[in-house]
């Protein structure tokens, strides 16, 4: 038969040898008499032998308990020390490869920011900064790649912990030069499509955004993987984009959508959810925090 003895049993079991007054024990643990009374009667369920005698001295304990209580104490102080011990995590020790996915169009803006305070605090360590591609969610559910950047996505699996790290929209917007000023002109010009790798490979997500009439409104003259190069082509052509605010500059007009809709987006730090409280995945995450800060 299985035997599952709560800890806190145990517990109560040495405070009342060392007390011999439940009373006493109660008071210790913050319990009623009631409730310790309870736990003992637990306790002779889980033991095949009777562990104490009521006498007038209060709670003897049996030949059975006193010739197997040194080895249960030992044993019970030695599990309570190994779950009460903290995890030491020394960066600065840490030798092993740290491989960071990031979204393209975040990569040359993080990787910057992020480098220094990596190095300064895991100067020993490895850094791999790649590019997000088709097989980095696999790759990180793997344990190929510690951690990731990349936009909040639903349809990633469950195994994968996000946490928002800043919060933008995408916008509508074409180059100042070609004075386009409403969502009724810049519709009838052609969009550069920007396919974001774990994200949008399928389905263009501002159709689940535009109101139902609005969804046929624009098509693309052309589609890049690399938001450098959308914005190079609408900075040089009449062509307009769709793009996080961030990434545009004072040469751009944006471009209200259709009956006030908005398209917003968020930035997601990505991690094992069996990982998310380690040591090192800690640290990544609050180093990433304070490049969107």
């Known amino acids: 038969m299985e035997n599952r003895i709560n800890l806190n049993l ?10 011999r007054s439940m009373r006493t024990v109660a008071k210790v643990l913050g319990k009623s008499e009631s409730a310790v009374s309870k736990d003992l009667a637990k306790l002779r369920g889980e033991f095949s032998e009777q ?16 010739q197997i209580y040194q080895e249960l104490e030992s044993a019970y102080l030695q599990l309570v020390s190994v779950v009460n011990k903290p995890i030491e995590f020394q960066p600065h020790l840490y030798q092993e490869l740290i491989t960071i996915a990031i979204v393209d169009p975040e990569y040359d803006l993080i990787v910057s920011r992020l480098y220094p305070k990596l190095a300064a605090l895991f100067p020993l360590a490895k850094l791999n900064f790649i590019t997000w591609g088709p097989d980095s969610a696999e790759n990180l559910i793997q344990g190929n790649i510690d951690c990731g950047i990349h936009l909040q996505n639903e349809h990633v699996s469950k195994d994968i912990y996000q946490k928002t790290l800043k919060v933008d929209q995408i916008v509508a917007a074409v180059h100042k030069r070609y004075e386009v000023g409403d969502w009724d ?3 009838t010009l052609p969009f550069a499509f920007i396919d974001v790798s774990g994200w ?6 501002f159709q689940e955004v535009l109101p139902k009439k609005h969804r046929e ?7 890049v993987d690399k938001l450098r190069s959308a914005l190079q ?3 040089n052509s009449k062509v307009a984009i769709q793009s996080p605010t961030r990434y545009l500059n004072d040469e751009f007009s944006i471009i209200a959508y259709p009956q006030g809709v908005s398209f917003d987006i968020a930035y997601s730090f990505y991690c094992l959810q069996t990982e998310r409280h380690s040591p090192l995945m800690q640290i990544l995450n609050r180093l990433i925090r304070e490049c969107y800060q």
């Open 200 to 205: 949008n490979e399928f389905s263009y997500r």
């Open 217 to 223: 409104d624009i098509s693309y003259g052309v589609r």
């Open 10 to 19: 145990i517990n109560t079991l040495i405070l009342l040898k060392k007390y």
């Open 185 to 187: 002109e810049i519709k």
């Open 233 to 235: 082509i609408a900075a």
């Open 51 to 66: 562990l104490f005698v009521k006498t007038q001295n209060g709670f003897e304990p049996t030949h059975y308990l006193s």
